[in-house]
Structures are given as structure tokens and as C-alpha cells.
């Protein structure tokens, strides 16, 4: 279910373009030496530097730098926030508009080069308009092609609050971003969708769930030819297992939990890096202890990982993963159930499902 199975038996596409919460978080340049100096290490310890072909230097190094180095050392989760685009027969889908938008549509437009105007189509579907979820729209170059055309969906206040936002009478916009919605030429219609109403295109399915949220949020299930993949970001489970998300997410293939918190991290325990140790009960967001509680009681098969809080090192997220994973495993003997793959998902990462 991960960019390694295959890329020509699939019936839904997912493609990671933002997965950071709250804020971007780039690289930083000393951790790009970091980076630089831990992967040269690793390499000289192993002994694999006398590996390298100086007839064929670079494939030579490539290659090593592939089968040898850990994923922290020789690249990176990525530091753009909401934006994950998804492809059925049926549809192109993106959901939310966070920073990772902008590589979204540089990629867009090049797949959709060679296309006639009718086939250039997609849905935009949000699930809230918290600033990490928003801030790409007005910068993404698809958006504004008069060849393209995309339809918005969110609930009824999602799509009243981006007219009220982006519209020709926001004095906000108007200082912040020149493009105002009528320069947004693709986004053809913005609409809310109709309360316990799925959205059906062809095959696909698109539902929608509330959750907890300040503010609100929707979660997305979009279903087609038998898989089924859920977008639940930016949630905070009341229970430990959350029953509800559960029956929503039951069986699915994928499932993408907001999990910004370790359980120690959002009961104030402990600090995030080296930060200092603060409650975060009612931010929203929920500890991956419970997120991993919630996919075992919906049965998915995978569970992806997202909003990230933006002060992760790449190494830290690797050593959660580690952690998680051995937890996920003690769940499973004594649930007697199998266990779900567990992965964070990283910038321009592909599932096939
Ligand atoms: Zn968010
Ligand atoms: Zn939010």
C-alpha cells in the first residue's frame, strides 16, 4: 500500500503533497549539514565508501546512498503543511490548501500539459480553514489557468467563510493577497456539501464526517471499486479509541489520523524537542497512542500519520515510528487482531491502494 507496491494495479491514488501541521517547517541549513555529515558517517563505519566505482561515480553513489542510509539521513519528511492529492478513475481530488499546494500544482501542470480542457478537472474539498489548511490557494499558479476547471467543496461554513475571505469585499484579502476570488479563475463553483449526502462521481464515493475541532473540521472518506481511503486531520479524540471515527474509517484501506502528539507530549508530561512540558488537552489534535487505538477498532489496514508538529526532527519522527510500531505489535497480541502498517507519511510519497 506504500509507494513500493504496484504502480499498475490500483484503484485509488494517494500522493502526499504537505503533511507538516500548524505551520511550514523547512529544513534548516545547519540540518542539511547535519544531515550531510551523519551520512557520511554512516557510510565510512559500514565500510560501503570502498564500494564506490569511480567509473560510474555518480549511480555508483546513488545507489549506496539508496540501499545504505537511513530515510532521516539522505532526505526528509518535508516541512509543507496540509495538502494531499488523490486520484480515482473517476476524479483527481485534492484536499486542503496548506503550503504544499504550490508543489501540488507546479506537478499538475506539467501532468496536465498534453490534456484537452475538458479533462483538465478536479474537486477541491476542505476540511476547516485554519490557516494551515488555507494559506496555499491563493498562491497555487493551477488555480488561476482559465484551461483548468475545479469545483470547491467543504461544509456549509467552510464555503461561506472562504467567499466572505477571498471575495471582492474582504478588505482582509485585499491587503494580504491582490488575487481575490475572481482572479481564482479554475475554481469554477464553491459549494457546501449536503448534510449526510455523499458525493458520487462514477464509482467513486465521497463521504464525510464531522470531528472535534476547534472551530470544526470534516474528515473525507472517498471510496471506489472496493478500497477506501479516510483524510482525518486536525481532530482531537475525546476517548481513547474513538468509536465514532472508527465506524466511519471500518475497514479501510488507508486511514490518515492527525497524530501531532506523543500521549506524554499532549498530557504535559513531556516536552516536543527541547521544548518545555505543556497540557495541550483541547488544541485539537490527538496523542498517535489513541490514533493507533482508533485504527485497531476500525479494523484499517494502514494508518498514516500526519500533521506533524513542526518542530520533529526527521530523526525524532523515524525513532516515534520505531516506538510506535513496537507498541502496535503488544496491541496486537492482546487484541488478537493483525496489525495495521503504520507509516508518516513524507512529502511526494505515492500510495497505491
Ligand atoms: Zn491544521
Ligand atoms: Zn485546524
Known sequence: MNEHNSKNNWNIHVKYWGTSGS??????????????IDSICTLAKSGHLKDIDHANLESSVAKMVHNHLPFSSKSTFGGNTSCVEINTEDCMIVIDCGTGVINFGINLESKWANLPNEKRKGLILFSHMHYDHLFGLPMCQSFYETTNSFDLYGCEKVAGNLIDFFGQNSDMVNSLYPPILSKIKAIKKIMPFEENSPLVIGSTKISHFQLNHPGSANAYKIQSKGKSYVYASDHEQLTETDTGLANF??????????????????LGESGIGSGVPTKRIGWGHTPMEWCLLTAFAANAKSLHLGHRDPRRSDIEIENILAYLKGHAVELSKSNQQNCPEILFPHEEMDCFI
Open 23 to 36: 505551520i511550514s517547517s523547512p529544513l534548516k541549513p545547519s540540518s542539511v549539514t547535519e544531515k550531510i
Open 249 to 266: 474509517c471500518k475497514n479501510a484501506d488507508a486511514i490518515y489520523l492527525d497524530g501531532q502528539f506523543l500521549l506524554s507530549e499532549y
